[in-house]
């Protein structure tokens, strides 16, 4: 089973027509939609992209968008924290990339067969290759 793990760069400009990032983010989305694929994102960044709709009044497109898609949200549990501050403290990612990071980390080593981290910043992305070839 194949698993994508979204980061909020990902899914703020699918859920945003006027990102610059918009028509690659639907691509992203359709690719993660394959048979064989569970999506999910971190607890994390579920709250960073929760953060505009609520602004706006429009927090049932995002709740929508999680549960039409079967997006698993991952709590941030003791051992996620730990991880995640070790990522941040051997990359220097912003705390809530470093969570992006973590999670398909953590999700290897469970053993989900292919991992993919899906995000527009090439920073995370770099890290996360980084990571997975120590």
Do not use: K, N
């Not at 968008?65 to 070790?86: K, M, Q």
Request: proline residues 3%; charged residues 25%.
């Amino acid at each position: 089973m194949a698993l994508v793990v979204f980061d909020a760069s990902v899914l703020v400009a699918f859920l945003a027509r006027e990102d610059a990032h918009h028509a690659a983010a639907v691509e992203v989305v359709r690719a993660s939609l394959e048979p064989g694929t569970e999506r999910c994102v971190c607890a994390v960044t579920l709250s960073e992209i929760l953060v505009g709709p609520i602004r706006s009044g429009r927090l049932e497109v995002v709740e929508d968008f999680v549960e039409r898609l079967s997006v698993e949200v991952r709590p941030v549990e003791a051992a996620l924290a730990r991880r995640g501050a070790t990522v941040r403290a051997r990359t220097g990612l912003a705390l809530p990339d470093a969570y992006v990071v973590a999670v398909g980390l953590e999700a290897r080593e469970a053993g989900s067969a292919a991992v993919r981290v899906e995000s527009f910043d090439q920073r995370l992305l770099r890290a996360y290759s980084d990571l997975t070839t120590d």
